[in-house]
């Protein structure tokens, strides 16, 4: 076996053959599209699935050469893929002699599979990201063709990705070269029912529509034939008062899903439109509306034990590793930091990972952090800060965090260790990189936290990092602040981040950290990607380097800076603009 390491802006030449960086089982986890799919893992612990084409032992089943056929056609169209909310593809294998799809496992199969275990989720969230899925596909002058809810899958974070059909998915003025049409009735459009039209934007549009309605099957509990009369007769699904109220929000709502329904794909409005709308009602619901994990609650003081940290977290279902740092090869591992600052020490150490029912699943390579402080009390008061804001926010985006241990009696934090560093590591070492989407990624993440209530405070180079798959991952809420706690915190002094990403109107103490802070430091941030060097380095940017920067981006950054707060945009416009360049 060996170890591969390759990014997003080499997805279209990745291709892995004997012998492979993983196991191929005998027998398949599950059965999907033109194949089957097989579960498997990487050398580094990294699960991911194989997608093939089934070959029977006969070897005479006329569709084998078709459905080799499809599989190799939608490769190139998955490997331009870059988003969030589309399922990732890590590369192209030959195995067993045919060719096969290397993509990241995901824990939920279809969104159906996750609501039925997270009843409580947030599914106007789930629907607004799916719709940002959509829309990156049609902006990339890709048709999905088939969507539906076993086409999402879940991540274990709840982010929606979007699955490409092998039969559907194909780039505009390119329809596939296939014998039969794949067609799910219930998500269908009027005009595919009736053969007038081949898959376009709008017939996505319609079955988005449907998916959105209630991310169940449409037309729940009535037969086929019914389903075609109503289609036919424009007869909408039920409005499903308990997920789209009759409010000023859901009616907003209800109006756009039945705009997707237009018999007339003209008038149906664009995936980029309809996630706008879904957006911005999101944004606009209370913050208690905003589906995070419950947790319990408890008082931060003086007299605080850390054997009461630790059950407030094991409570809140983080995983505990203490005792696992206990073993004696671990102790070594963790007898000397790779990174020591005056702030933390940081080591590197291979960690068996604990899998739902405490078994280990797989040995990672982590990242233990241990914060430090002259004050045993506000070292202590620090860690449980940082521990509590950082588990509490689950996104692509965001490095997860995989647990805690206690350390020389300190809460430490464990979460994956990522090979290529910080972003501005990152876009030094690369040839090509994608400025622009990394930035994207970048803004996607400070919009979440954002939108949940949260001021990360000390946003810049150092604290984004960047995955083997070009996954942009914030890290460090050391000095983040959120509205509502559930660990009430004695007063301290509160951080303000590093001086060369603040605002303005934080180096001048008048406020503390703020969402607009934010802003100006992801701004600055951006620029830092962009130009490979910290604010105010040794470099100035000067008139070439603005002009390889496009205007409308510069522009955007100069909004970003803007001396006063008010006048700057939220993180979510910046994400928006961004998406739109």
Request: charged content about 20%.
């Amino acid at each position: 076996m060996h170890r591969f390491q390759l990014g997003h802006h080499d997805r279209a030449n990745m291709s892995f053959t004997d012998p492979l960086p993983f196991n191929i089982p005998d027998y398949p986890f599950a059965n999907g599209g033109c194949g089957d799919i097989y579960r498997s893992q990487t050398s580094d612990g990294k699960l991911v699935a194989i997608k093939m084409v089934r070959i029977p032992e006969a070897g005479d089943d006329p569709h084998i050469a078709r459905n080799l056929r499809i599989l190799a056609e939608i490769i190139p169209i998955w490997a331009k893929c870059n988003h969030p909310n589309i399922v990732p593809l890590i590369g192209e294998a030959t195995v067993r002699g045919q060719v096969a799809a290397v993509y990241e496992w995901l824990t939920y199969g279809s969104v159906l599979d996750y609501l039925k275990r997270h009843p409580t989720a947030d599914r106007h969230q789930l629907s607004a990201k799916i719709c940002d899925g959509v829309a990156y596909l049609h902006a990339n002058n890709i048709i999905h063709g088939n969507l539906k809810g076993s086409q999402v899958f879940v991540s274990d974070y709840g982010v929606p990705r979007i699955m490409l059909d092998c039969t559907g998915t194909h780039m505009v003025g390119k329809p596939r070269d296939i014998d039969e049409m794949t067609l799910t009735l219930r998500w269908a459009a009027p005009e595919i029912l009736m053969e007038t039209s081949g898959k376009t934007f709008q017939s996505d549009v319609y079955a988005l529509g449907m998916e959105t309605i209630s991310l169940s099957t449409p037309y729940n509990g009535m037969s086929d034939y019914r389903v075609v009369s109503n289609v036919m007769r424009h007869i909408f699904p039920s409005r499903p008062m308990d997920t789209i109220s009759d409010n000023e929000a859901g009616n907003v709502l209800w109006d756009l899903l039945t705009a997707c329904w237009s018999q007339d794909p003209k008038e149906r409005p664009s995936a980029a439109d309809i996630g706008e709308v879904m957006n911005a009602l999101g944004s606009s619901q209370p913050a208690t509306q905003v589906h995070q994990r419950p947790r319990s609650s408890m008082g931060f003081a003086p007299n605080t034990v850390i054997e009461d940290l630790v059950a407030f977290f094991v409570n809140n279902n983080l995983t505990d590793y203490t005792e696992e740092l206990k073993r004696s090869d671990m102790k070594i591992q963790l007898s000397k930091p790779y990174l020591a600052t005056a702030a933390a020490l940081l080591f590197k150490i291979d960690l068996p990972i604990k899998g739902d029912h405490r078994n280990t699943i797989h040995i990672q390579k982590v990242v233990v952090k241990r914060v430090m402080n002259e004050s045993p009390y506000k070292q202590l008061k620090r860690a449980t800060r940082e521990l509590y804001f950082w588990s509490g926010y689950k996104h692509d985006n965001i490095l997860p965090l995989l647990g805690f241990a206690v350390l020389d009696g300190n809460l430490a934090m464990i979460s994956p260790w990522i090979e290529n560093g910080s972003v501005t590591e990152y876009v030094r070492k690369q040839q090509k990189p994608d400025y622009h989407d990394l930035c994207t990624q970048l803004s996607c993440a400070i919009c979440y936290l954002h939108g949940h209530g949260l001021i990360h405070g000390d946003i810049k180079g150092d604290n984004v990092l960047v995955s083997d798959e070009g996954i942009v991952k914030v890290t460090d809420f050391g000095v983040s602040i959120a509205a509502q706690l559930q660990i009430e915190f004695t007063f301290t002094a509160v951080g303000r981040g590093t001086e060369r990403w603040q605002a303005p109107e934080i180096l001048r103490r008048k406020t503390d950290s703020t969402k607009a802070g934010d802003v100006y430091s992801l701004g600055m941030t951006m620029l830092e990607i962009y130009s490979r060097e910290r604010p105010y380095g040794d470099m100035e940017m000067g008139h070439d380097e603005k002009c390889a920067i496009i205007a409308a981006f510069w522009e955007l950054l100069q909004q970003c800076w803007a001396g006063e707060a008010e006048a700057r945009p939220s993180s979510d416009e910046v994400y928006k603009q961004l998406v739109e360049m």
